[in-house]
Structure formats: structure tokens, C-alpha cells
């Protein structure tokens, strides 16, 4: 410590069981502190119920406007068994094939790797994909699932989906608690760790990806979703697209939408595609500007 430099003035107060909150309505609401966890968790999904509500009207309006108006949006079917999302996949790849012959594509949510999989085998080589998974499940709960569903195998092993026995040799490892190696796809790269730490890690050696084709939100989850939007969508200028794979969930990735949307005050979007059911949604970024 620099000796010069004494230590600055303290002000107290004098020590308080409770906090001395400023706003009357605060201080009223304090009073039914002593109300169980099991309450407060009540009133807690409450809130969270009204706010679903307000979300999925304002998912209807969205549709109103941004799809129904719009007869340039292509609707696909529902996923089903036999058709899966590749309709709505495959229209995403001919927008990638048709406007560039290289770039990026990242994934948030690669779980087993078949989006991947099916993105990567449609591709040419000239394209880089990274796809980001803890590989541990969802973190949070998420529309009634609890926190760690949808883990899967605990790693990507649909991108050895061409050689059944080096999969299955991965699944059998993963379950050993060996991790999984390279992807056989010279030019696919996973990212494994929480997006908050892999996301970061991949910028700060990366930067900021330059030539954005694609980029999947497969995560589910609004804290899962929000912080890529705000991170990497904000401050990309250029032309490219993004596929929501459960858009419709009006409390996570919809939210999280039009929220970024709000924040970057952001116009200049369009719907590609949607779903039947609006689960689905892929809209093209920065429709008036060219490709990066
Ligand atoms: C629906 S799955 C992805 C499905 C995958 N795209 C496929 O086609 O098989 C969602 C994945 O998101 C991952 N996930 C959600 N939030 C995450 C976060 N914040 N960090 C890392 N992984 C996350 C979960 O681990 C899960 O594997």
C-alpha cells in the first residue's frame, strides 16, 4: 500500500436488524418477510405466470405483424417424426449456400450434435461451425423441466454418426466419464463450458466473428439466450441469419428477442421462416446491409 495515501473518512450509521428502506411501498412489502419460502416461491411463479401471459399476447402480436403480414415468410410444418426441422434447416442452408461459399455458423445448444450434424454434411468444407454446450443439461429449470434435463449423452456424439462403432465407443466413454475427442469434421469445433465462460473464451481467441452466416439458439433457456444476442448479435452490422429452435416459448427465447430488439433499438430484421407453430423462427439480420 502507497504510504502516503491515508485511509478515507468512514461515515455510520447505527447497526440495523432490518434495512431502513426509502420508499413506502418497499417498507410495506417488507412486512410479509416472515412468510415461508414455500410462499414466497408462490408468488414468485405468480409472477412468473402473468408475465407468460403478457408474453405469449404479445407472441400473437408479433405474429400479426412480423409473419402474417409478410407474405414473403415461408411457413413449414410443425416438427414431426418424419419430417424433423429439416424443412426449416434446410431453408436456412440455401440461404447460406446461396449468398457465400465460406464463413461461420456457431450453435448454442448442440447437446448430441444432430443439428450439427445435419448443418455440417450440407456444407461445404470452405464453412467453419463451432458448437457451445456445458454437455451437463439445461442449468436452469425450463417450462416445467427441471434443471439438467436434456443433458443427452454428455457430449456431440451424432457427428460420428458414420462410423457406429467409434460412436458407440464415445457413448460408452462418456458414460465411463471419459471426455469425447475432436470432431472427425476437420472443420467443426465444440466449445464445451457454461456459454458464460466458452462464449467468452471463444471471442477473447476468435474476436468477433467476421463473417457471421448462421447462428442457432438451441439452449432453450432466456439466461441462455439474452447474453448471446446482446454479445454477439449487438454489435454485428452485416447481413446473416438466426434460427431460433423454440421461439415460441414465450418466457425465454421470445423474451429474450424482444428484449435485444428493444436494446439496440433494431429494425432492420425480417422473417424468413416460422414454423406452424412458431416454434421454429429464422430471421435474416440486417436485411439492407451487405454480407461481412
Ligand atoms: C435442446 S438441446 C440442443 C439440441 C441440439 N441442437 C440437437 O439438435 O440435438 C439444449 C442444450 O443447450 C445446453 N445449454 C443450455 N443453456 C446452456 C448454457 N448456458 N451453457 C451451456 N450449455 C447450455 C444444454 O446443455 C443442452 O444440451
Known amino acids: 500500500m502507497n504510504e502516503q495515501i491515508k485511509p478515507l473518512f468512514v461515515a455510520t450509521a447505527p447497526f440495523a436488524e432490518r434495512p431502513r428502506h426509502a420508499g413506502k411501498s418497499r417498507r410495506l412489502l417488507a412486512r410479509l418477510s416472515s412468510l415461508s419460502a414455500t410462499a414466497i416461491d ?90 457451445f454446450d456445458c454437455f451437463e443439461g439445461l442449468p436452469e429449470s425450463w417450462d416445467g423441466l427441471p434443471a439438467g434435463s436434456i443433458k443427452g449423452f454428455g457430449g456431440p456424439v451424432e457427428l460420428w454418426a458414420d462410423d457406429p462403432q467409434k460412436r458407440r465407443e464415445i457413448v460408452a466413454n462418456l458414460e465411463r466419464g471419459i471426455g469425447f475427442p475432436p470432431p472427425p469434421q476437420p472443420n467443426v469445433n465444440i466449445e464445451s463450458g457454461l456459454f458464460s465462460e466458452s462464449v467468452t473464451r471463444y471471442l477473447s481467441k476468435n474476436g468477433w466473428p467476421d463473417d457471421l452466416r448462421l447462428i442457432h439458439f438451441d439452449a432453450d433457456l432466456y439466461i441462455s439466450t439474452r447474453p448471446i444476442l446482446d454479445t454477439i448479435c449487438g454489435p454485428l452490422k452485416y447481413r446473416y441469419i438466426i434460427l431460433f429452435d423454440e421461439f415460441y416459448s414465450a418466457n425465454h427465447e421470445f423474451k429474450a428477442w424482444r428484449e435485444f430488439v428493444d436494446l439496440y433499438r433494431f429494425s432492420d430484421w425480417r422473417v424468413l421462416s416460422a414454423s406452424e407453430d412458431g416454434s421454429q423462427v429464422l430471421i435474416e439480420m440486417n436485411v439492407h446491409a451487405s454480407l461481412g
Open 42 to 131: 408462490k408468488i414468485e411463479w405468480f409472477g412468473v405466470t402473468i408475465q407468460k401471459i403478457a408474453n405469449t399476447l404479445r407472441f400473437e402480436q408479433f405474429w400479426k405483424e412480423r409473419i402474417a403480414r409478410d407474405q414473403r415468410v415461408t411457413i413449414v410444418p410443425t416438427f414431426n417424426k418424419s419430417t424433423g426441422k429439416h424443412p426449416i434447416w434446410n431453408i436456412a442452408l440455401n440461404w447460406v449456400n446461396a449468398n457465400s461459399s465460406s464463413g461461420t455458423l456457431l450453435e448454442l445448444g448442440t447437446n448430441n450434435g444432430g443439428s450439427l450434424k445435419y448443418f455440417v454434411d450440407h456444407l461445404p468444407r470452405t464453412f467453419r461451425l463451432v458448437g
